[in-house]
């Protein structure tokens, strides 16, 4: 039951677009198309901004899009903007029946 | 709209018991499978347990498999986080979260803290 494998920190600058990895095995992000996405802003609950590893919820911003290949999933926000400044999350389903969360990235916008 | 609201924390010494609970409205709650994830401070989600719809199918992460029980009552909308042989280390924000119609969790409580300490 490792952890998914994200980058600790990605910036930008207000308008650009930046991309997040979440790495994973055959047995979780590679073998299920059960790859999820939560942004958490300081001291509150995570909010799920993707499932399924594209479809977004209903009042999620498009600038948020999820994809994936192989036993990597990719969280891109495009047209950054302040608000997006919060810590996200990936998480698959994964063989054993349970779920994995990724390690955290930061993002930070400049 | 979905709401789940837990309670139960607090802090408690090592060694003991404590037991969380989350209660749901908003939602047809015999429906949903149901988490508790926790996040210890200033650190990333950790996984903790899952349980069907029915109570029937329960998954523990490696952590805490042997300690913490998993538990619900449709009845009343409730599920319910078991924890004993508390150690330091489960010291977190628990938080109980909803699955949706497929393997992902949709909605999330806004959590409990528990302390493990002397």
């Known amino acids: 039951q490792s952890a998914l494998t994200q980058p600790a920190s990605v910036s930008g600058s207000p308008g650009q677009s930046i991309t997040i990895s979440c790495t994973g095995t055959?047995?979780?992000?590679?073998?299920?198309?059960?790859v999820s996405w939560y942004q958490q802003h300081p001291g509150k609950a995570p909010k799920l901004i993707i499932y399924?590893?594209?479809n977004r919820p209903s009042g999620v911003s498009n600038r948020f899009s999820g994809s994936k290949s192989g036993n990597t999933a990719s969280l891109t926000i495009s047209g950054l903007q302040a608000e997006d400044e919060a810590d996200y999350y990936c998480?698959?389903?994964?063989?054993?029946?349970?779920?994995?969360f990724g390690t955290g990235t930061k993002v930070t916008v400049l | 709209q979905v709401q789940l609201v837990e309670s139960g924390g607090g802090v408690v010494q090592p060694g003991r018991s404590l037991r969380l609970s989350c209660a749901a409205s908003?939602?047809?709650?015999?429906?949903?499978?149901m988490h508790w994830v926790r996040q210890a401070p200033g650190k990333g989600l950790e996984w903790v347990t899952v349980?069907?719809?029915?109570?029937?199918?329960?998954y523990y992460a490696d952590s805490v498999k042997g300690r913490f029980t998993i538990s619900r009552d449709n009845s009343k909308n409730t599920l319910y986080l078991q924890m004993n042989s508390l150690r330091a280390e489960d010291t977190a924000v628990y938080y109980c979260?909803?699955?949706?119609?497929?393997?992902?969790?949709?909605?999330w409580g806004q959590g409990t803290l528990v302390t493990v300490s002397s």
């Open positions: 979260a909803k699955d949706g119609p497929r393997p992902f969790i949709d909605y």
């Open positions: 399924e590893v594209s």
């Open positions: 349980i069907s719809y029915d109570g029937s199918d329960k």
């Open positions: 908003g939602v047809t709650f015999s429906n949903c499978g």
């Open positions: 998480s698959s389903y994964t063989s054993s029946s349970t779920r994995v």
């Open positions: 055959s047995s979780d992000v590679g073998g299920y198309n059960y």
